[in-house]
């Protein structure tokens, strides 16, 4: 018994080694590289922004050493009670950027999509960017962005940020979301088939062909969504259209959680949401995790033959952390903890969605609630 369960488990790594082996070789990259594109459409950049006065100076300073030039900037402050407003204001010469002050949520609505649907009636370009606040762009960032665009005719690019990460609590959170990615999605297959089963997006770096964006209803399309760029991603697919997702490599930065309570937090308003499956089948699914990735450390300790399972699994996190630009030695040492960790945020996301208990920059953002 114990021998059949090894070579379930050895089969199971071995796929996923050969997937995580697969995107270091081919994932889609936004490089840093300063071309200069022959023709430079008209591209309007679309920041919500709820109380991000630590972040929003650092996107703003990195949006004005941009070498694409065709472009505006408009800033929504989603009714911030801290200094983000003033901040925006004080770079709006620099940066030539626009604020606007959000409106009244509506009921039917979730915070940041309607926030990006106020900014997306405020815009003129060919090309719609949507980032975050916490995001830091190379000055070629843009530019390479669309040329992906161009070159492949897409009608939808996200990027996976590069993430910046400080701190041991950190570093049990953060690095779960390109494990998730790079563990079980080839990203080229997201480009390659049409199938809504190969799409990924990450809502803080996603650029659309405004054309595009509008005949698939905008964001009023995904409102009630908590995991709107997986919802775009999934319609633009059935629909048809083409979308591609990168790695935002030394081009797309992103200090996306400070510690390890913000990041379970942030984590848990995405993680039982983003899959889409009753709660039975996610508990299913995190168990599938612990006894794939986390047994098998346990099981060494008993049978020698798990250390070739072992060794496979923090292979494969060795492959996942180099297109990451993640720390290869910490990803290593870490992997059982954050497995771990991964487990808690799971069932703490599924409880707190079940309890109507979703809450972000002090908003309930709870589904239909």
Known sequence: MLDIFFYILLLFNILFLGISLFNWLTAPRIKNSNIKLNDEPFVSVLIPARNEERNIPNLLNSLSSQNYQNLEIIVLDDNS????????????????SRLLSGVLLPETWLGKNWACNQLSNEAKGEYLLFIDADVILDSS?????????QEYNLDMLSSFST?????????????LVNWLLLNFLPLKFVLWFKNPSFAAANGQFILFKTETYKQIGGHAAVKDQVVEDMAFAKILKRKGYKIITTLGDNTVFCKM????????NGFAKNFFPGFEIPAMLFYMLLLFFAVTFLAPFVMALLSYKFILITAIILLARIF???P????IVINTLLHPLQIIVMLYIGVLSVNRLNNNRIEWKGRNITKNN
């Open 163 to 175: 993430q910046q990460i400080s701190g041991f609590g950190s570093w049990l959170t953060i690095p």
């Open 141 to 149: 960032a843009i530019s390479n962005a669309i040329r992906y665009m």
């Open 257 to 264: 959680y400070s510690g390890f309570n913000e990041g379970v």
């Open 320 to 322: 996942q952390s180099l």
């Open 324 to 327: 990451s630009k993640q720390n």
């Open 81 to 96: 009670n801290d200094n983000t407003a003033t901040i925006v204001n004080k770079f709006s010469d620099v940066t030539k």
